[in-house]
T-cell receptor
Framework: DQQVKQNSPSLSVQEGRISILNCDYT??????FLWYKKYPAEGPTFLIS?????DKNEDGRFTVFLNKSAKHLSLHIVPSQPGDSAVYFC??????????????FGQGTTLQVKP | KAGVTQTPRYLIKTRGQQVTLSCSPI?????VSWYQQTPGQGLQFLFE???????NKGNFPGRFSGRQFSNSRSEMNVSTLELGDSALYLC????????????????????FGAGSRLTVL
């Protein structure tokens, strides 16, 4: 049972344009959502997170939007840069377990930003 | 501050063998989690250790086990290896102090190591 889904395996955008990565989830008990970025031969690195009581969180070029009624979140990168080319993972943690090391990850979306 | 260190980085084993992977967390981090990454499956949670105790466990068979030492370093072991165990095994650490998470939103941020790439032949 895939509780967190990233239905687009890959995305290609032009440098300077907006990149939108999507993520859907099924479990309404999730209370935090996180995005990680992974380069080849490296571990995932934390990008940005959002609490389920918020609908938007912004950090520089990165903004995460949460639509609880649709059980959908998205990561916007504006403007996209070639260095953003990586695999992006959406992850979620369960209600009442904000300090847990257990995250449920999506399958990942490979972003390619073309110069 | 040194990051999460995993050893070995690469290893090749044959079916039926067993393997032990090691993880040294960031200094001061008390929680260590293990994940398996395979193509198309994303990262699958294996287990989490905190203060030498297993606190969470994923849906993996008993061939997968782990432990944590008093200095927070952790090891995971896979016995009777199968071809399907070929994967990248990632270790992550977090402070997991009282009051919850370490990000601005309150989420608990895991810091991952570079992983141990296991190939089973």
């Amino acid at each position: 049972d895939q509780q967190v889904k990233q239905n687009s395996p890959s995305l290609s955008v032009q440098e300077g344009r907006i990149s939108i990565l999507n993520c859907d989830y099924t479990n309404s008990m999730f209370d935090y959502f996180l995005w990680y970025k992974k380069y080849p031969a490296e571990g995932p690195t934390f990008l940005i997170s959002i609490s389920s009581i918020k609908d938007k969180n912004e950090d520089g070029r990165f903004t995460v939007f949460l639509n609880k009624s649709a059980k959908h979140l998205s990561l916007h990168i504006v403007p996209s840069q070639p260095g953003d080319s990586a695999v992006y993972f959406c992850a979620a943690s369960r209600n009442g377990s904000s300090n847990t090391g257990k995250l449920i990850f999506g399958q990942g979306t490979t972003l390619q930003v073309k110069p | 501050k040194a990051g999460v260190t995993q050893t070995p980085r690469y290893l090749i084993k044959t079916r039926g063998q067993q393997v032990t992977l090691s993880c040294s967390p960031i200094s001061g981090h008390r929680s260590v989690s293990w994940y398996q990454q395979t193509p198309g499956q994303g990262l699958q949670f294996l287990f989490e250790y905190f203060s030498e105790t297993q606190r969470n466990k994923g849906n993996f068979p008993g061939r997968f086990s782990g432990r944590q030492f008093s200095n927070s370093r952790s090891e995971m072991n896979v016995s009777t290896l199968e071809l399907g165990d070929s994967a990248l095994y990632l270790c992550a650490s977090s402070f997991r102090g009282p009051g919850g998470g370490s990000s601005k939103s309150g989420a608990n941020v895991l810091t991952f190591g570079a992983g141990s790439r296991l190939t089973v032949l």
